[in-house]
């Protein structure tokens, strides 16, 4: 029984990871919403209620198992894929698992369980809905990472903007609804964009399978390799909007304070998709090896990322509220991340990988932090501005250390690990100097703008503000959520050297598309894709097909 097990999972290990959450979602939306009384926080005693929330975390929690077993499949080296319907590669959609595709979904899951655990302390109940729709944007963020072709990376790309749009204004409140029509709006034009993006490099490729697609971009010349470099920047801006990379980042400030704390931890991730694709793109199909399309982001994106991250922290400095200073060290990481990846050198792409693990865990967790303080300060809410006394200094005081040091990167916490091998990586390049200012003078920065808040909240104290909400900090749900992210970052730290020998592997994994090309099409790196094997369950790599019959080569 263990082996046929094994064996089922081995085969379908890619597509489990997307049906999970989708199959969840539909079962949550069929056994209805008793948690339906938006604003009143009603149905805690409802046993639907709680049946339905059983569900939702033992989704996540088999999730989390599963990611961990996918991240155990690409270790070894070889690529996994699942061709849908066993059509072959480029005909048929695929789903990849190398280990980029693998850490990143195991990701998603380190962030979904604590945040979900976090919502269901209260916050599922404030609309309709949010475990369903929260299981869905699990699958578009999974779909999305593990998707080997373009087309579907945008088919995945709205459906966890569309779960997004819903949960972003989860709770209600006209703040959110604001900030919610720039976000949709932003998204759509985006999206408009990505459809023009690749339309242009359907017309000079043929294909949109990422392999297929890495192959033939190498072959082009002339107007071509120019009209497929003209794609490769639309998509840039497109990635780059969903990234928040400047001068693309105005939205994400308002829109990630404004939503609901465990909303906004979730959404850590999503910048993370922007990341993803960038490296996906720009190494995969217009790496070193893409001919005369070769590297057509890299005169951009080193500087655009460098920028980012100091309007990142400089937002961070002015900001008058908790939620809109972290949002805005989202954003500060995310341009120290692409400076890594920018840089095209797959030591800088390792360093990167690394401190992308560290950022958004730690900015998870920190939204839910200022949630918890926000809570006992009364009308001040997380504004930086003085109030009541928090009625558990020491220990939300601690938690505040802790969460500042590693977001500043202060030794021996990952976020000063992942800085180091950035910087590490980037010596001898020519754009050393500025990247070691940029990401030295950012972290100096950091510091000031959250030892800044801790000061305001814990000593800047009026004792005639008001009553906090009561019970708001003292739940045991909600501290232990946030604790989650606390020994998920001493992990990182712990555990810094097998996970930078796994970010090596994936950065020089992601430097030989060829490998990548064999793998998806069966076929070797300068073989036509014509017929390829389906998937048969092996993680090994298909072996070369025979020559094609007389009858496979008629038109």
């Not at 380190?110 to 976090?118: F, G, K, N």
């Not at 202060?410 to 976020?415: F, M, S, W």
């Amino acid at each position: 029984m263990l082996d046929l097990t094994h064996a089922f999972w081995l085969q379908h290990a890619p597509v489990l990871s997307v049906l999970l959450p989708s199959f969840t979602a539909m079962a949550l939306l069929l056994l209805g919403d008793p948690s339906g009384l938006a604003g009143q926080g009603g149905g805690h005693g409802n046993p639907r209620l709680r049946w339905r929330r059983r569900l939702a975390m033992g989704s996540v929690l088999l999730g989390a198992v599963m990611a961990m077993g996918l991240v155990s499949l690409a270790s070894g080296g070889e690529l996994v894929v699942y061709r849908l319907g066993e059509w072959p590669a480029p005909f048929g959609i695929v789903l990849v698992v190398d280990r980029l595709s693998a850490l990143m979904v195991l990701l998603t899951y380190s962030l979904a369980v604590p945040v979900l655990w976090y919502a269901t302390g209260g916050w599922d109940t404030r609309g309709r809905y949010f475990l369903a729709l929260f299981q869905f944007q699990l699958m578009g963020l999974c779909g999305a990472f593990l998707t080997g072709d373009l087309f579907n990376l945008f088919v995945f790309f709205e459906v966890l903007l569309i779960a997004s749009y819903v949960l972003l204004v989860h709770g209600q409140g006209r703040e959110r609804f604001k900030v919610g029509i720039h976000y949709v709006v932003l998204n759509l034009a985006a999206s408009g964009l990505f459809l023009i993006g690749l339309a242009m490099l359907y017309s000079v490729t043929g294909t949109l399978n990422m392999a297929d697609m890495a192959l033939r971009v190498g072959q082009l010349t002339g107007e071509s390799a120019l009209l497929a470099r003209s794609a490769a920047l639309v998509l840039l801006v497109v990635f780059g909007l969903k990234a928040a990379l400047v001068p693309l980042y105005f939205w994400l400030p308002a829109t990630y304070a404004a939503a609901s704390a465990p909303v906004a931890a979730l959404f850590a991730v999503m910048t993370k998709v922007g990341v993803y694709s960038i490296v996906r793109v720009h190494w995969v199909i217009f790496g070193v090896g893409a001919g005369e399309a070769a590297l057509a982001a890299q005169a951009w994106l080193l500087p655009l990322a460098l920028t980012t991250s100091v309007l990142g922290v400089l937002g961070a400095l002015a900001s008058h509220s908790m939620g809109r200073m972290v949002a805005y060290l989202t954003v500060s990481s995310v341009g120290t991340i692409l400076a890594g990846v920018g840089l095209f050198t797959p030591a800088t792409l390792s360093a990167a990988l690394y401190y992308t693990l560290h950022s958004t865990v730690v900015i998870a967790g920190l939204f839910l932090l200022v949630e918890l303080m926000a809570a006992q300060r009364g009308a001040a809410q997380d504004k930086l501005r003085p109030a009541m006394a928090v009625r558990e200094p020491v220990l939300l005081g601690l938690m505040m250390i802790f969460g500042a040091a590693s977001a500043a990167g202060l030794p021996p916490l990952p976020g000063f690990l992942g800085k180091l091998m950035i910087l590490e990586s980037a010596s001898g390049l020519a754009a050393q100097p500025w990247v070691w200012g940029v990401v030295l003078t950012v972290g100096f920065f950091s510091i000031i703008g959250l030892a800044r808040a801790g000061v305001v909240v814990f000593w800047h104290v009026q004792p005639e503000e008001g009553q906090g909400t009561p019970g708001a900090g003292s739940s045991l749900k909600l501290l232990s959520a946030t604790w989650v992210f606390m020994v998920l970052t001493v992990l990182m730290a712990v555990l810094a050297s097998p996970i930078k020998r796994y970010t090596d592997a994936a950065a020089a994994q992601l430097s030989r598309p060829a490998d990548y090309a064999q793998a998806v099409l069966g076929l070797g790196a300068g073989e036509p894709s014509r017929t390829t094997r389906p998937y048969t369950g092996q993680t090994q790599p298909a072996a070369p097909l025979p020559p094609a019959t007389a009858e496979e080569q008629q038109p």
